[in-house]
């Protein structure tokens, strides 16, 4: 089974829906991130966790929000989903160790129409 | 200006090509560099990393790290098809803290 799973794969919704995005791991890293991926722009992050209480804003996290149900569990929110939030969506874990090594899950294609 | 910049591409080689993949950055406390290999639709892996300045290899892979001039790079000799990917530099600080990355270099090894 793989370390870092991402549900739904595929996503298809329409302008102004709530959509959620959730990811687990079984590798009792700390660490959550979730990101977003779109041609050209490189991975930007969106949000982060260091641990089960903390919570950080990335450089585009308007427009999301997250959770984080337990150590393993990280969820992303689309409040409203918009056009522009169609992307590919990775969540990512990791040890608080050096060097922070960072293990993807296979990514959420989202189009939101 | 980012902290991490990498030469866009693409690029494309001919197989059996040494390819040179490239990455400048700007915050002096990075000490943990890595490079991430992502195939299509799949999503980023760690390739290698090196600490500090000097050179690391593992195979075809050779890690570069010049502090001096705040440049790392990658090297794949006898490059393959199956090299054909994205790659994204990445770095770290030494109090654990988060990684950076670059926006990845597509490159293309054609048979």
């Known amino acids: 089974d793989a370390d870092v799973t991402q549900t739904p794969r595929n996503r298809i919704t329409k302008t102004g829906k709530r959509i959620m995005l959730e990811c687990s791991q079984t590798?009792?890293?700390?660490?959550m991130y979730w990101y977003r991926q779109d041609p050209g722009l490189g991975l930007r992050l969106i949000y982060y966790s260091f641990d089960v209480k903390d919570i950080n804003k990335g450089e585009i996290s308007d427009g999301y929000s997250v959770s984080r149900q337990a150590q393993a569990k990280f969820s992303l929110s689309l409040e409203s989903a918009i056009p522009n939030q169609t992307a590919l969506y990775f969540c990512?874990?990791?040890?608080?160790?050096?060097?922070?090594?960072?293990?993807f899950g296979p990514g959420t294609r989202l189009l939101v129409l | 200006q980012k902290e991490v910049e990498q030469d866009p591409g693409p690029l494309s080689v001919p197989e059996g090509a040494i390819v040179s993949l490239n990455c400048t950055y700007s915050?002096?406390?990075?000490?943990?560099f890595m490079w991430y290999r992502q195939y299509s639709r799949k999503g980023p892996e760690l390739l290698m990393y090196t600490y500090s300045s000097g050179n690391k290899e593992d195979g075809r892979f050779t890690a570069q790290v010049d502090k001096s001039s705040k440049y790392i790079s990658l090297f794949i000799r006898d490059s393959q098809p199956s090299d054909s990917a994205t790659y994204l530099c990445?770095?770290?600080?030494?109090?654990?803290?988060?990684?950076?990355f670059g926006d990845g270099t597509t490159l293309t090894v054609k048979p």
């Open positions: 990512a874990t990791a040890w608080g160790l050096n060097p922070e090594t960072q293990y």
């Open positions: 590798k009792g890293h700390d660490r």
């Open positions: 990445a770095m770290t600080p030494t109090n654990a803290g988060k990684s950076t």
């Open positions: 915050n002096s406390a990075f000490q943990y």
